[in-house]
């Protein structure tokens, strides 16, 4: 039974990080069993089973997805120094991220919230509640740099909104093969960076 379980939640990884990549060209509706199991060697059967729904696959996909940015983005920078250095490293890893690309699409954030932003469910809730702790690292990060004095930014909330979405654009200009986008993305993070 133990070697049943361990091999189901070896194949559900499996999926979940082929789903990720798909997603992130595709979108989460560009997901379907049959694509999975003929790109993976596995059963479309197989596959159902651990998944039963698209909508569960989908919730999978963007779980996986999750794990994986903060594993690459968000974890490696919370040993950095707090304050400006740790909010430079952290828009640094989230450029390399994109631009690597991690995913084949680039950014899975960038690919999947337009699809399902006014589309409510589970979906799009599990979408938001990224969306907003990513946010959330952002801001906290730019607030604890304030706290340290060493940028002037007064609002911190105000500060990640604006640096996500010109990543968010960033992300765009690279889909397109336009390498000025990460130039003006570095020149905004330094002017919200700039000393107090």
């Known amino acids: 039974m133990d070697r049943r379980l361990l091999r189901g939640a070896r194949s559900r990884r499996a999926v979940t990080r082929?789903?990720?990549?798909?997603?992130?060209?595709?979108?989460?509706?560009?997901?379907?069993?049959g694509r999975l199991a003929q790109d993976l060697g596995l059963s479309k059967a197989g596959i159902q089973t651990l998944f039963r729904t698209k909508e569960d696959l989908q919730l999978a996909t963007v779980e996986t997805a999750?794990?994986?940015?903060?594993?690459?983005v968000?974890?490696?920078?919370?040993?950095a120094p707090e304050g400006a250095a740790r909010v430079r490293a952290l828009i640094e890893r989230w450029i390399d991220y994109a631009a690597?690309?991690?995913f084949p699409g680039g950014c899975f954030w960038g690919a999947t919230l337009p699809e399902f932003d006014s589309r409510p469910g589970p979906v799009r809730?599990?979408?938001?509640?990224?969306?907003?702790?990513?946010?959330?690292?952002?801001?906290?990060?730019?607030?604890?740099?304030?706290d340290a004095g060493d940028i002037a930014a007064a609002d911190p909330e105000f500060a990640a909104f604006q640096m996500s979405?010109?990543?968010?654009?960033?992300?765009?200009?690279?889909?397109?093969?336009?390498?000025?986008?990460?130039?003006?993305?570095?020149?905004?993070?330094?002017?919200?960076?700039?000393?107090?």
Do not use: K, Y
Request: hydrophobic fraction near 50%; charged fraction near 25%.
């Open 18 to 33: 082929r789903a990720v990549d798909i997603a992130s060209v595709d979108g989460l509706d560009g997901l379907s069993f």
């Open 66 to 72: 999750r794990q994986v940015f903060i594993d690459a």
């Open 74 to 79: 968000v974890r490696p920078e919370l040993h």
């Open 100 to 102: 690597g690309p991690l």
């Open 125 to 146: 809730d599990a979408l938001r509640r990224q969306q907003a702790a990513w946010m959330e690292t952002l801001a906290t990060e730019f607030q604890r740099a304030v």
């Open 165 to 196: 979405a010109v990543l968010t654009a960033a992300n765009v200009a690279l889909r397109l093969g336009d390498e000025r986008g990460v130039a003006m993305a570095r020149r905004v993070m330094e002017d919200l960076l700039a000393p107090s």
